[in-house]
């Protein structure tokens, strides 16, 4: 069965007309009266031709919301497993100190207890402050996951059961909501968020003297060397995925791939050395 067309509202200047028409220059429906009386001389076309654009635009934008969708769940997927990262990483590093501050107790218990108690509190004050870093960095992106979502969804119900008159009530708002969100950068939320899951005990490795230290609580990234490669791939566009090449190395969960550029921030300032080898010339067929 097919389903008839929702009859168009009249025009509130003349009950006795349909607001068939879309006057361009006041962005409002008229009737065919409103051209000769109200809305001469102005440009106007069809209201379904104005609709159809509205639902274009809405739909152009509703094809970018998609994918967005999905890199936002990912990076909520990423954080909560490097908030599970530094949580195991905060575990490990108290352990290490414990069993350090045993073996040394014997000869210092005092000193030891003291600078025990220091580096806990230490490692506790990272593990509370990273703790909240995570949890905005996670609210804010199942909150974005949520308004796109939202978003997307309004769109897509007012596109596929809206009037045309409705479409156009609503087009300019549903236009400006889905760039807004769309327009959020990803890197702004996540890039850091790897580095702050880092936490580890440093051990001092001096001889013991009546001044000694257990070691430091190190809340860097424990980032040392990088080595970013072509990600297998050869030509002008350059890679679509980081697939598992950085896993196990220092840079892993650094690098952000957009559009075939990789992006990475050194994690820890310092002085450091960097190699760059350009890509091979070409090779003609005629020499």
Same mark, same amino acid.
């Given at each position: 069965?097919?389903?008839?067309? %929702? ?21 409002? $429906?008229?009737? +065919?009266?409103? /051209? ?9 076309? @069809? ?6 654009? #509205? ?7 509703? #094809? ?17 497993? +490097? ?17 350090? *501050?045993?073996? /040394?107790?014997?000869?210092?218990? #005092?000193?030891?207890?003291? +600078? ?14 990273? *703790?909240?870093?995570?949890?905005? #960095? ?12 939202? $978003? *997307? ?34 890197? @702004? ?23 000694? %230290? ?12 990088? &080595? ?11 890679? /679509? ?27 820890? /300032?310092?002085?450091? &050395? ?5 890509? $091979? ?7």
């Amino acid at each position: 069965a097919k389903v008839k067309p %929702r009859p168009l509202p009249p025009c509130r200047a003349h009950a006795q007309e349909t607001l068939k028409l879309f006057c361009v220059d006041c962005s409002e $429906a008229i009737c +065919q009266l409103c /051209t000769v009386l109200s809305h001469k001389d102005y440009k106007y076309e @069809d209201f379904t031709d104005t609709a159809g654009k #509205a639902k274009g635009a809405i739909n152009a934008l509703l #094809a970018e919301a998609a994918p967005k969708i999905g890199d936002l769940k990912t990076a909520d997927q990423q954080a909560h497993d +490097q908030k599970a990262n530094l949580d195991k990483n905060v575990a490990e590093t108290v352990d290490k100190i414990k069993r350090k *501050a045993e073996k /040394t107790r014997r000869q210092f218990i #005092a000193l030891v207890n003291q +600078q025990e108690s220091e580096l806990l509190d230490h490692v506790n004050t990272v593990s509370k402050t990273r *703790a909240k870093e995570f949890s905005v #960095a996670i609210e804010e992106i199942e909150t974005a996951t949520v308004a796109l979502e939202s $978003a *997307a969804e309004f769109g897509r119900n007012i596109v596929e059961h809206g009037s045309e008159f409705e479409i156009m009530a609503v087009s300019g708002e549903v236009n400006d909501r889905l760039n807004k969100l769309l327009q959020m950068e990803l890197a @702004d939320i996540s890039m850091e968020l790897p580095a702050k899951a880092f936490v580890a005990f440093e051990d001092n490795k001096t001889s013991a003297t009546i001044t000694f %230290r257990l070691g430091e609580v190190r809340a860097g990234s424990g980032f040392h060397t990088a &080595r970013l490669t072509t990600l297998g791939t050869t030509g002008r566009l350059g890679p /679509t995925s980081l697939g598992t090449h950085y896993r196990g190395q220092d840079h892993e969960g650094l690098v952000q791939l957009k559009d075939g550029i990789q992006y990475f921030t050194v994690p820890d /300032t310092g002085q450091y &050395r960097i190699e760059a080898a350009g890509a $091979a010339a070409g090779w003609g067929s005629t020499g």
